[in-house]
């Protein structure tokens, strides 16, 4: 049966901020086209790669990879909150697989899920004509991060699990590109903001808005150029979605983390999830991969970035 990849960059900022004249026209379009060649492949099961920002792993205990039995959306941002029509028995085989080829990976039988793997789902998808789904969470935020070579290891491993169920799968990557939101750091966070960073837990009404309203903030700063994060690097994207796109990920996986946040800030390291998905879907047999949008938008500060294989 047939394995399919979608690649997406995520935004909250979306629902909050208009971006130049003719952005949204484009992503929405852009969308359109996706979920045309989402509703033509039909797929019957989603694994959704995706990261997450401190809403549902903390480093109380925080793993690599996570494969969700259970999971539900907090619904941040605007997305949809709730359950997600998971599979624990599909979960339990795919967390066996994966050990049984060198992967260390946790299981959850209750994951929570944010925008990073919510998003994209809702946009593109639907959020209430969901096949099964599969969430793989990949830690992109809280350093020390997997080695890129060691995503590599446990997409491709992925990717085997998928093209052996005899389903039609649709591997869904959310995440990067290049973007530097004002993302607090354990290494220097003091106070309830490090105790939130370790204990976690759920944010009140209030303490969400706030969060969010910083982040809305720093972005009208990063558009005026006042602010202190990282500017948006179309090169460093372009180059990299060529590197997805062409198989060429092998100088890519020799690139550290210093020099990640360095050229695409600290919210490049999702990439990873764009090459977890590449992997399983190379290593499932899909060699056409096609660039569909991309547009630095610093209003949404993002990369924004979507690309397909197999669809």
């Known amino acids: 049966m047939p394995v399919a990849a979608l690649f997406s960059s995520h935004t909250p900022l979306k629902a909050f901020v208009e971006p130049q004249a003719g952005v949204r026209e484009a992503v929405e379009r852009t969308a359109a086209e996706l979920r045309r060649a989402v509703a033509a492949f039909a797929p019957d099961l989603i694994v959704a790669i995706g990261p997450d920002h401190f809403n549902g792993f903390f480093y109380r205990l925080m793993p690599a990879y996570c494969v969700g039995a259970a999971v539900e959306s907090v619904g941040d941002w605007h997305t949809p909150p709730g359950s997600l029509p998971t599979d624990a028995d599909l979960a339990e085989r795919c967390v066996r697989f994966l050990h049984l080829h060198d992967v260390d990976v946790a299981l959850s039988y209750r994951m929570d899920v ?155 390291h999702e990439v990873r999830t764009w090459i977890a998905a590449a992997e399983a879907a190379r290593s499932a047999g899909v060699t056409e991969f096609r660039e569909r949008y991309y547009r630095a938008v610093p209003e949404w500060v993002a990369g924004y970035g979507v690309m397909t294989a197999g669809l």
Not at 242 to 268: H, K, M, P, Q, S
């Open 114 to 268: 944010d925008h990073g793997i919510t998003q994209v789902l809702d946009e593109v998808i639907g959020w209430d004509t969901l096949p099964a789904v599969l969430p793989v969470f990949v830690n992109c935020a809280a350093p020390p991060l997997p080695p890129v070579r060691r995503v590599r290891a446990f997409g491709k491993a992925l990717g085997l699990f998928a093209a052996d169920l005899g389903r039609r799968v649709l591997l869904v990557a959310s995440g990067g590109l290049s973007h530097d939101p004002p993302i607090p750091a354990l290494a220097t966070a003091e106070g309830a903001v490090r105790e939130r960073l370790i204990d976690g837990g759920r944010l009140s009404a209030d303490a969400r808005a706030a969060r969010q309203q910083r982040v809305l903030d720093d972005a009208r700063a990063q558009v005026i150029g006042s602010s202190q994060q990282r500017p948006l690097n179309s090169d460093w994207d372009r180059a990299f979605m060529r590197a997805v796109e062409t198989d060429a990920l092998d100088d890519f996986t020799n690139t550290d983390d210093v020099a990640i946040t360095r050229d695409a800030g600290c919210g490049g």
